[in-house]
């Protein structure tokens, strides 16, 4: 019984954290893009603009609920909340400090197996979501989505097959110790080239936002949602950035283990410090690069991301093989 309260009261903090993140990463992204443009951004909202995610919040729940006629209700409801969730499930292995009761919500064995499973289900949400609404410009929007996660998500495993190889495990925090003399970037470089650019992919950040084409698509799988329904869909969208950026700390800059002999900072610090400087290099691209062609999107994926990756794969094989 007392494992279960723990574990509950692990998945409120864990849940409400994520969210209290996501709503930091949107209000700098914000200004953020404003600088980069010689804009202020948010400025209205209390002092600095601090609260403008809490206003946009307060204005999506009261905005009018609206289900289209010919929708299906139960899919039609049920669509954001797989992708909210699912996006949301990702950190439950996600090690953000050294072991310790608080430092990961849960330890399985295979945790990046449990990673790429529930990563995997988040096309669920928008597929659905797009279907659901009975509108062309949706239905076309989630099979591009579709197309675009399943297209990347086999160059960005790939990726991750180099870092199981290197560390011999596929334990979340067996693949943060191995990267206590070394990070996985200077040995997987190729492959922290392809995983990032695939995890924007699968994120449908810029220049991958195609699944949201505002001149060919109008708002893509979402065109029909509204108010607290279309405020999920688009946290699932930020929360898969954000799990971008994590992701790349954990798996190729080594999680929380200190940088230059810096030990006396906490390893919960030096994780936060990692993810932010990722975060700002996220910020970054959305501002310099413009929207790809979608039939290019798909043949960078196709012919240049997994081509690399199964290179990168093959040259850590024999490496490990033969000098490990």
């Not at 950040?205 to 001149?215: H, I």
């Not at 798909?298 to 490990?324: Q, R, S």
């Amino acid at each position: 019984m007392m494992t279960l309260l723990i574990m509950l009261v692990k998945a409120l903090v864990l849940a409400v954290s994520v969210t209290l993140t996501v709503a930091v990463f949107l209000l700098f992204m914000r200004k953020f893009l404003g600088y980069f443009s010689y804009r202020l951004g948010p400025v209205k909202v209390g002092p600095w603009g601090v609260l403008q995610p809490i206003a946009d919040v307060v204005k999506m729940l009261f905005k009018e609920d609206i289900v289209p006629e010919k929708a299906d209700p139960l899919i039609y409801r049920l669509a954001p909340i797989i992708a909210f969730f699912t996006a949301l499930g990702v950190w439950v292995v996600i090690p953000w400090a050294p072991r310790g009761e608080w430092s990961v919500m849960a330890d399985p064995n295979a945790g990046v197996l449990v990673l790429l499973a529930v990563s995997s289900m988040s096309v669920y949400g928008v597929a659905l979501g797009g279907w659901a609404s009975q509108n062309k410009y949706g239905l076309l929007g989630s099979m591009r989505s579709t197309a675009q996660m399943i297209s990347y998500e086999l160059a960005m495993a790939m990726a991750l097959l180099g870092v199981i190889l290197l560390s011999g495990s596929v334990s979340m925090f067996d693949i943060v110790e191995s990267q206590r003399n070394l990070i996985n970037l200077v040995p997987q470089f190729l492959g922290f080239l392809v995983y990032f650019t695939a995890s924007l992919a699968e994120a449908g950040w810029t220049p991958f936002d195609l699944p949201e084409g505002e001149t060919e698509l109008v708002g893509g799988y979402h065109t029909d949602y509204g108010g607290m329904r279309f405020g999920l869909f688009f946290l699932s969208e930020l929360t898969h950035a954000v799990n971008s950026a994590v992701l790349t700390t954990t798996f190729f800059l080594g999680g929380y283990n200190p940088w230059f002999g810096l030990s006396f900072i906490p390893g919960f610090a030096w994780f936060l410090i990692k993810v932010c400087f990722m975060l700002f290099v996220l910020y970054w691209i959305k501002c310099t690069f413009p929207r790809f062609r979608y039939d290019r999107l798909m043949v960078f994926g196709w012919k240049v991301l997994l081509p690399v990756a199964a290179l990168n794969l093959v040259g850590t094989a024999i490496y490990v093989a033969l000098w490990a």
